[in-house]
């Protein structure tokens, strides 16, 4: 039976590296983060985790240590948020291009300048081409749980995995969180690296590739750079089956679902659907019931996962519907919000055409009300035809 606990965030990212069964951690400390850190240093000081906890300068050499301890096998995990997160930026795709399964928490918080503490999804949506598996979280509980699947979707295809979650919003507020001990035994395999190396033998890692392949010392044809590009992208292409795979297993140890890339939310007779990531994914469910009882036909759809870009089941689960409003916590300027243009990319692969409205909210911890999002489907529905580009929600200029 699950251990029921009154945690933020933070501790539950935390927890979740515990229950992973991490063997080397490094972070450095960035608000709104640090919590995590300091967690889980209580955590191996105290004997509740055998780990090797690394004290580095900066989150450059936090990244670094753990692409050097994953190389040899050992379960790495780090956290870090905004301009932590973008100081990692070369080694996040170190990390990746050597196909390494490092699993990190993002407590998103606004890009300065000017500094702000508070959050928006700009930090993260900044690192989409990386090579990073993203998942986002609604609530504390999948912070939880989002970790562990993190690990079993990570350690399956290859390629490192962050899992976000909003700064403030989440990472300091408590609530009560099921930690899933004894039973998520067994749920994660001991890791195995995808190459091990011999022993003492020296081995020259990731050394400079030329543009085709080519044989090398022994005589074996070795990938040039695009092969090597490819294959990340075939195990990027991988990750939603297993994404689904590993949450009915885990539905199936904790009761909780996880079904796959999406969440949806009364979309079987919908006509308008509200669109959002992160905590927002949580508050369009609840505005999809108020309009509801105001005789509006509205669903809900959440993006679990926003690299790989669950294409496929946005373009399935909007199939029906006449109007789509995106709300994003996030702006690509010069442009709209990140999920309203890749949803409009994966529509038109799909083959489908509702009119989508893309509407930027929340920017820097601007609060955001379930009533904000009910009165801009209104205004969407009373406008008919709009102009180009996004709506910004809220600003008081």
């Known amino acids: 039976m699950s251990l029921v606990k009154i945690i933020s965030g933070n501790v539950a990212a935390a927890q979740a590296a515990r229950l992973s069964g991490v063997g080397v951690l490094s972070a450095y400390p960035i608000t709104p983060q640090s919590e995590v850190a300091e967690t889980l240093a209580k955590f191996v000081e105290s004997g509740e985790l055998d780990a090797e906890m690394v004290r580095v300068e900066s989150e450059h050499s936090a990244m670094a240590v753990l692409i050097a301890a994953s190389t040899v096998g050992a379960r790495t995990f780090t956290a870090t948020s905004a301009n932590g997160l973008t100081y990692m930026h070369e080694m996040l795709h170190w990390a990746a291009g050597s196909r390494l399964p490092v699993v990190m928490a993002v407590a998103n918080r606004g890009m300065s300048a000017p500094w702000t503490i508070y959050p928006d999804l700009n930090d993260t949506i900044s690192q989409r081409d990386t090579g990073w598996i993203q998942f986002y979280c609604r609530n504390h509980q999948e912070i939880v749980d989002n970790i562990l699947i993190a690990y079993r979707v990570a ?141 509006i036909n509205a669903g809900a759809v959440g993006v679990r996962v926003f690299r790989p870009f669950p294409a496929r089941e946005l373009a ?43 509407h930027i909210i929340g920017l820097g911890g601007r609060e955001v009300k379930t009533a904000h999002l009910v009165d801009a489907v209104k205004e969407i529905l009373r406008d008919g035809e709009t102009e180009p580009g996004p709506r910004w929600e809220r600003l008081s200029l």
């Open 155 to 295: 350690e399956a295809v290859h390629l490192p995995a962050m899992v976000c979650y909003e700064g403030f919003i989440i990472s300091h507020t408590v609530t009560p969180v099921h930690l899933p001990e004894p039973e998520i035994e067994g749920f994660l395999p001991p890791y195995e690296p995808l190459v091990e190396l011999p022993g003492p033998v020296p081995w020259n890692l990731n050394q400079v590739v030329l543009p085709d392949p080519r044989p090398d010392g022994a005589g074996e044809v070795c990938p040039g750079y695009m092969e090597m590009r490819y294959e990340m992208a075939e195990a990027m292409s991988r990750a939603p089956e297993m994404i689904a795979r590993a949450g009915v297993e885990y539905r199936e140890i904790t009761g909780r679902s996880y079904p796959g890339m999406l969440f949806t939310h009364l979309m079987d007779d919908a006509e308008i659907a509200l669109v959002s990531m992160g905590t927002l994914a949580q508050e369009v469910e609840l505005a999809a019931d108020m309009l509801r009882k105001e005789g």
């Open 316 to 358: 399935g689960a909007l199939a029906n519907i006449d109007r789509v409003a995106v709300f994003d916590r996030n702006i690509s300027f010069g442009n709209e919000g990140a999920v309203a243009t890749e949803l409009k990319a994966a529509l038109f692969d799909g083959g489908v055409s509702p009119k989508l409205i893309s």
